[in-house]
């Protein structure tokens, strides 16, 4: 099975001698970052030091409420002096862009997860990306998406948000346990569990597409479970604008360390350049750089792609090595979709109608696919209830069952004596044939 590891890369791009980081409205162009807009402006040189080797002070970094060192009792409290607010714990993971670490708000008392931008901060275009992703998901306010709590700066003069902690594990974590037999695992996520939990995924990105938003970068590593079966879909840092009048100027830059990559690594990593997304998880129209093409439909399709492998616990591309098979794959080969060869060894083979689902959802023409997640998400909870649409042999006997039992529901009194009527029928049918065998010997 193809698994994807987050890993660690360089996202070095070009310097820039001025940096605007915006408090206040923002488009998703590069050129918005000059615009006559609420700004507070962090002027640097060309080393990236601001004039007289000052520094601002970090935004957000210190502690603001007193801290009791003992419970008050009959005395006033015992109280400490400021401190540092977020004390730092494990880093959680890290990407091509920025880095994510647990840690501990001390003014709170909760864990958060602060998110870094890694590259320069002399990066114009990577802090726009970053501003973007601040942006973005501040303005989706979703169940089914993490919510950002604050942004600032810390002694470092890394810029950084911090979110809400999910305690749990990453769907992709999830499917290679699912793939390698755990009972636990396979108790826990039956197919209806997994159909439930990629609904909730899909009910966030209908969320982000009616507000305008593509996500671009759906895979099993950007999906959060939590502790308490929530689920969370993360890193909106490609999202962009669904209908945008031109294509994306940070779209232009490639990926500068992407080539020092193993070759592995390269297909399971975000990229952002004239390719944008992780290519085993991308749409044609990603796989080909066709930004203008990119819509509602894309996310369709990698959500699919995420879909047939928690159900099937198989890449739908099979094991591929290279980039440059994944990408001609993806545009040009057939999705290898099939009864004969979904049957994972640690489980039965998947119920027909979600085979059916991923064969739509698959199309290489974006107007093949469903016209939105909602159209999935109705299939979907159709199928959960029994409505499952008539494709083959399997789902016609599946619908007849469902059908079966809701008259049975209705009319009992009819269905019963239907019953009878047909147990009559078959016994009196049995004493013929009894009687014939007899009378022949």
């Given at each position: 099975m193809l698994t994807g590891v987050g890993r660690r890369a360089s996202a070095a791009h070009g310097a820039a001698s001025e940096i605007r980081v915006y408090t206040g409205g923002m488009t998703t162009r590069d050129h918005a970052l000059a615009a006559t807009v609420p700004a507070v402006d962090v002027t640097r040189d060309a080393s990236g030091a601001l004039p007289g080797g000052a520094?601002?002070?970090?935004?957000?970094?210190?502690t603001v409420a007193p801290r009791s060192a003992v419970l008050p009792r009959a005395g006033g409290a015992e109280l400490s002096?400021?401190?540092?607010?977020?004390a730092k714990r494990r880093v959680l993971g890290a990407g091509g862009m920025g880095e994510v670490v647990l840690a501990e708000d001390r003014d709170i008392g909760r864990n958060v997860a602060l998110k870094y931008l890694t590259a320069p901060s002399s990066d114009a275009a990577a802090l726009a990306r970053f501003v973007d992703e601040i942006r973005v998901v501040g303005s989706l306010e979703h169940p089914n998406i993490v919510p950002i709590h604050?942004?600032?700066v810390d002694d470092a003069n890394r810029y950084y948000f911090v979110m809400k902690h999910v305690e749990g594990e990453t769907l992709e974590h999830v499917i290679e346990k699912l793939a390698a037999g755990d009972p636990a695992y396979h108790t826990r996520y039956t197919y209806t569990a997994r159909v439930q939990l990629f609904v909730a995924l899909l009910r966030a990105l209908a969320f982000a597409h009616a507000r305008g938003y593509v996500h671009r970068d759906i895979?099993?590593?950007?999906?959060?479970v939590g502790r308490y079966g929530e689920v969370m879909l993360m890193d909106w840092g490609v999202a962009?604008?669904?209908?945008a009048p031109e294509p994306d100027a940070r779209d232009s830059d490639a990926d500068?360390?992407?080539a020092s990559r193993p070759a592995r690594e390269r297909l399971f990593t975000t990229r952002r350049g004239a390719i944008v997304g992780t290519p085993v998880y991308m749409s044609p129209e990603q796989a080909r750089g066709d930004v203008d093409a990119i819509d509602e439909r894309s996310d369709v399709y990698c959500a699919t792609a995420l879909f047939f492998e928690l159900v099937t616990l198989r890449h739908y591309l099979g094991e591929v090595e290279s980039l440059e098979q994944v990408l001609r794959a993806i545009q040009s080969e057939e999705a290898r979709v099939t009864f004969g060869t979904t049957?994972?060894?640690t489980q039965g083979p998947p119920p027909a109608e979600f085979i059916h689902f991923v064969k739509k959802g698959l199309q290489k023409a974006p107007a093949a696919r469903y016209p939105s997640v909602n159209a999935m998400i109705d299939l979907l909870e159709a199928a959960l209830d029994g409505r499952v649409k008539v494709q083959c042999p399997f789902t016609l006997q599946k619908r007849m069952t469902r059908e079966l039992a809701r008259f049975t529901d209705r009319h009992p009194a009819v269905a019963l004596l239907g019953f009878v009527s047909a147990a009559l029928g078959?016994?009196?049918?049995?004493a013929w044939v009894v009687a014939a065998a007899v009378h022949a010997i």
């Open positions: 520094d601002p002070a970090p935004s957000g970094t210190s002096g400021p401190g540092e607010r977020y604050d942004v600032g895979k099993p590593a950007n999906v959060m962009k604008l669904c209908k500068a360390d992407d049957t994972h060894p078959t016994l009196g049918a049995l």
